[in-house]
């Protein structure tokens, strides 16, 4: 089953829509919890905190918004 995964984006035109990405993970240690955060590399845009890690580390860029002065990043994994 897929997973989609918003990233945020501060400069544009770094992926577009149908493209391959690579991810990286990151754990972060809190009082909830572990949680997990991915990044698109080579560093072009950065999910939020997550509990659920993700199965595997590459996906299909599905869309691309823009708001204002950053770009969200929707990926299917």
């Known amino acids: 089953m897929a997973r989609e995964m918003d990233f945020r984006m501060s400069r544009p035109k770094l992926v577009s ?3 391959k990405v ?3 993970e990151s754990t972060l ?3 909830e ?5 991915y990044t698109i590399e080579p560093a072009l845009a950065m999910s ?7 199965e595997s580390l590459t996906g299909i860029v599905k869309k691309v918004e823009e708001y204002g002065s ?8």
């Open 70 to 77: 950053e770009w969200t990043v929707i990926v299917e994994i």
């Open 33 to 37: 919890g572990t949680m997990y955060y």
């Open 17 to 19: 829509e149908g493209d």
């Open 22 to 24: 690579e991810l990286s």
């Open 48 to 54: 939020n905190n997550t509990r659920k890690p993700l």
């Open 29 to 31: 240690n809190t009082l």
